[in-house]
């Protein structure tokens, strides 16, 4: 998919969020030489449950990102609440420009405009806004998704998914969620590997393409 050494940047409204949208291409792509950047906007301290400590997701987040192969250093954590996004577009769009700035991404993933959460919402349009020169791919996460077009595809093969499912078994404040689980994680990684005649693939919606 990529023909040479990119640098591609995964923005994450919350810690997760990029291991369960593209945690297989992250793996992928890694393994293939790139160089993966991966932000997270909040650790959702607000919502977490009263029997861990509420920064337990930082330390998952490390733990997670490690486990797909992204270096400590790629690592980016913001400090914003959960669901206030919408009333801090101008300092998320901020560090958006600097993030553009000290990475120069090729590509850049973010949630899918079609998202209902309000933060996923407010990243993808603010994503859009900073990196409308860059090739821009959204990921789905279908408990919010009303609609998703399955417009680009990225093969994976057993040993991604592999990778992708214990990320996200490194957050274990996270694993009520029905979404967590994984027969899931693998029902919608065979699903979308079934629409393009392969085993297992991460789908994803193009936003803006750019061939250079």
């Given at each position: 998919m990529l023909v040479?050494?990119?640098?591609?940047?995964?923005?994450?409204?919350?810690?997760?969020?990029?291991?369960?949208g593209c945690g297989g291409t992250i793996a992928k792509f890694i393994q293939e030489g790139h160089d993966v950047y991966y932000a997270a906007f909040s650790?959702?301290?607000?919502?977490?449950?009263?029997?861990?400590?509420?920064?337990?997701?930082?330390?998952?987040?490390?733990?997670?990102?490690?486990?797909?192969?992204?270096?400590?250093?790629?690592?980016?954590?913001?400090?914003?609440?959960?669901?206030?996004?919408?009333?801090r577009r101008q300092e998320i769009l901020d560090d958006l420009i600097r993030l553009r700035a000290e990475i120069k991404p090729d590509l850049v993933f973010i949630p899918t405009i079609t998202d209902v959460h309000q933060d996923h919402h407010t990243i993808a349009e603010e994503g859009m806004r900073a990196f409308k020169f860059n090739s821009i791919l959204s990921y789905e996460l279908p408990w919010n998704n009303f609609s998703f077009?399955?417009?680009?595809?990225?093969?994976?093969?057993?040993?991604?998914?592999?990778?992708?499912?214990?990320?996200l078994q490194a957050y274990q404040s996270q694993a009520h969620r029905p979404y967590s689980d994984e027969d899931f994680i693998r029902s919608l990684a065979r699903t979308r590997g079934v629409q393009i005649g392969s085993r297992y693939a991460e789908a994803f919606e193009i936003v803006r393409w750019i061939i250079s």
């Open positions: 040479k050494k990119s640098k591609i940047l995964v923005l994450a409204p919350h810690t997760d969020d990029g291991e369960f650790a959702c301290q607000q919502s977490v449950l009263p029997e861990f400590p509420s920064d337990i997701l930082i330390t998952e987040v490390k733990e997670a990102t490690k486990i797909l192969g992204i270096k400590p250093q790629n690592l980016i954590l913001f400090d914003y609440d959960v669901r206030t996004f919408g009333y077009t399955t417009s680009s595809f990225v093969h994976l093969d057993e040993d991604y998914i592999k990778i992708k499912v214990n990320a």
